[in-house]
């Protein structure tokens, strides 16, 4: 009834070409959007922000940085959490080193330090390809993570090895050290993710998401029709990073305070934003959302129901949750291939004829 | 000679035993690679699966006992039963048997056709799940592997002590190697030479290699693909059951051996993935070459650098050399 592009006449090329052309999408959007920026900071909770809101928002960065270098441009990276891991401690440097800074500018820059180390180990993708270049990226993750690790420079020589977060605001509200309100951790994180969706799902409509999935799709083909592929591969490489090092200097600052590398960004950190994608939708921004949302709902749901209400052990439970999302991942592989994305698609176009299909 | 260098040789000696610990471990991807051109991801939680396996057959647990005893508030634990080691390698080969059926069974069967990397990722998800059930199965504290090979009793006593000694009387320097790792090169190259005449010498191994040549083909004249997938993945089981029982007898049979399994990798992109000589001289170069550059340069930049030394070398390599060492060069076509 209400969703269908009938009677929604387009007079402007600017009306056509945008984002949402079907009204009501358009308004779901923003409707969206309104709940989350004036809603949801009045309502929300310690329990809620920690547990699921700031996780999701900033593993959606993250999975938005991989869908781009992987779902849209076809390199598959496990590389991740080092990259990640980037982020976070440039994010420390800079704010240890420049305290008068707006740690908005610190985190902005983080993501530009990992976008320049991203290309560096992305410059191999130019020669190798497929599951070797997985696996090339796997060294990405071991040797940065041993890097963080053993270079006492990059957590400013401290005892422990971690590096913590010191307290930074912005217009006068603290949103990182031990003081942060709930409210405040949720608006910077909803901010960030916001301004990275928009930008990525542009440029991804795009001339260089064009170019992307063109080597996606068939990298010599793409060559033969001019498409750069040291430019598209790079381009994909350090926007990814770049997204990817914004999500991690947030996991590290606005989230978790104190980060020890080995445990935050190891390669498990890697595998479970590679799930995102996979399950979410590989080359589809709101996957990227669709697929953080459940994994991080997905815990914290069994955790709920298996430790507190039937009270067994957590181990068990955490067991459990690694065969649910190892068979979530095949099943999805083999029913749905594109993930959330593609059911959230085939739900629309059935609304479109609903309530009379042909 | 000065001792450096004898120490040096030592310890390219040990790089080498340690070498082929991961050859182990990258013949089976090797082998389902070849045979069905899966990636499969898996081996080393495969390996993991297999040695937790025969531990739990070996001591008699019982399968998933912690699950049953909080869901049914029972408290039971043991079958209060010790088998032999042999018997418990047989049980568990044919659980591997089992498992290898059930993965062609119900996952890659619905994956035929799909592109490579699709594949890739399933063999992901495999590997999340099957680490789940086996610690559901067999619980996940450390396990230690209970047979003759831990201690290196397999072996003549004082073996090492003879090589001491002998290296001793030639180069004035005594060359420690340890038990297992002598008992692993044992190992390896039987299962290998046992590889190699099952490939040539029997009718499924013939079968096989004409499938890993042309699937097609071999349909024609009348080899069951599913068969021979079904055959490869038990014994790619077999050698994960031979590397996870290595693996645990060196270091415990915990979750980390499923990562140290990840090592195969860089081991393979250097030897080409479909090559079985290719594995095993990559895996020597590879744990040859981590321990030198320990040795020599590791120490001077704050240690543990065997953590990305592979990763890192294998990344160099490719880019000179795409296919590895001893890869079928690759031809792309539009």
């Given amino acids: 009834m209400l969703y269908r592009e009938a009677g929604d006449f387009k007079t402007s090329y600017v009306a056509d070409s945008q984002t949402f052309p079907i009204a009501f999408d358009r308004w779901r959007y923003y409707a969206v959007l309104a709940v989350a920026f004036l809603v949801v900071p009045f309502l929300v909770n310690d329990y809620w922000v920690n547990a699921i809101l700031v996780p999701f928002l900033i593993y959606s960065i993250a999975a938005i940085g991989l869908n781009i270098l992987t779902g849209y441009c076809g390199q598959v990276s496990l590389g991740t959490g080092g990259f990640m891991a980037v982020g976070a401690y440039a994010c420390y440097k800079l704010m240890t080193a420049f305290p008068d800074v707006n740690i908005v500018i610190h985190i902005i820059l983080a993501g530009g330090i990992t976008a320049a180390v991203g290309t560096l180990f992305g410059l191999p993708s130019l020669r190798i390809k497929g599951f070797y270049l997985a696996v090339a990226t796997l060294a990405a993750q071991f040797f940065l993570v041993w890097l963080f690790n053993k270079v006492s420079w990059f957590y400013n020589y401290s005892a422990s090895g971690q590096i913590n977060a010191p307290e930074r605001s912005v217009f006068g509200v603290a949103v990182t050290g031990p003081n942060v309100e709930p409210w405040a951790m949720y608006m910077i994180c909803l901010v960030f993710c916001f301004a990275c969706a928009v930008i990525a799902r542009n440029l991804t409509r795009g001339t260089l998401g064009r170019t992307w999935m063109a080597i996606r799709d068939m990298d010599i083909a793409a060559e033969i029709i001019g498409v750069n592929p040291l430019k598209a591969k790079l381009t994909a490489f350090a926007i990814s990073s770049f997204f990817v090092g914004i999500s991690g200097a947030l996991f590290f600052a606005v989230y978790l305070g104190a980060v020890e590398v080995g445990e935050a960004f190891g390669i498990q950190k890697s595998f479970i934003v590679l799930f995102m994608i996979i399950i979410g939708g590989l080359g589809s921004i709101f996957g990227s959302f669709a697929g953080a949302a459940l994994l991080v709902v997905l815990p914290v749901f069994l955790k709920l129901l298996g430790v507190d209400l039937l009270g067994w052990p957590t181990d068990i439970v955490a067991h459990i949750q690694l065969v649910i999302v190892g068979l979530l991942i095949i099943l999805f592989l083999i029913l749905e291939p594109h993930g959330l994305a593609q059911l959230w698609r085939v739900a629309k176009e059935k609304l479109r004829l609903w309530p009379f299909p042909h | ?334």
């Fill in chain 2, 1 to 334: 000679m000065p001792d450096t260098f004898y120490f040096a040789l030592e310890v390219t000696v040990n790089g080498l035993m340690a070498g082929v610990m991961y050859a182990l471990v990258a013949l089976g991807f090797v082998l389902i690679f070849k045979a069905s051109g899966i990636f499969n991801f898996a081996q080393g939680v495969m390996a993991l699966f297999a040695a937790m396996t025969f531990v739990g057959i070996q001591n008699g647990q019982i399968p998933f006992a912690h699950l049953i005893n909080a869901i049914l508030g029972t408290n039971i634990h043991y079958f209060g039963w010790k088998l032999h080691s042999i018997l418990a390698i047989v049980l568990t080969v044919v659980v591997m048997i089992l498992l290898a059926w059930a993965v062609q069974r119900f996952i890659f069967r619905y994956l035929v056709g799909q592109e490579p990397i699709i594949l890739f990722m399933a063999t992901i998800g495999l590997a999340y799940l099957l680490e789940g059930v086996a610690d559901l199965m067999w619980g996940a504290d450390i396990k230690k592997v209970d047979v003759c090979l831990a201690e290196g009793t397999c072996l003549p006593q004082g073996i090492n002590a003879a090589i001491d000694e002998a290296t001793f009387n030639l180069f004035g320097y005594g060359f420690f190697i340890d038990n297992l790792d002598i008992t692993a090169t044992i190992v390896a190259a039987i299962l290998v030479a046992a590889l190699v005449a099952f490939s040539q010498y029997t009718k499924q191994g013939r079968a096989m290699r004409a499938v890993a040549d042309d699937h097609q083909a071999a349909l024609s004249v009348g080899v069951s693909l599913n068969y021979i997938w079904i055959l490869v993945w038990s014994v790619a089981g077999f050698v994960a059951l031979v590397a996870g029982l290595m693996w645990g007898a060196k270091s415990g049979v915990q979750f980390s051996l499923s990562l140290i399994a990840l090592k195969a990798l860089p081991v393979l992109m250097l030897g080409g993935f479909t090559s079985i000589p290719g594995a095993i001289v990559g895996g020597l170069i590879i744990g040859m070459g981590e321990k030198l550059f320990e040795f020599f340069i590791g120490s001077a930049i704050g240690g543990a650098t065997e953590n990305w030394f592979a990763y890192v070398l294998a990344l160099i390599f490719l880019v000179f050399r795409p296919q590895g060492l001893f890869g079928e060069k690759i031809i792309e076509r539009v």
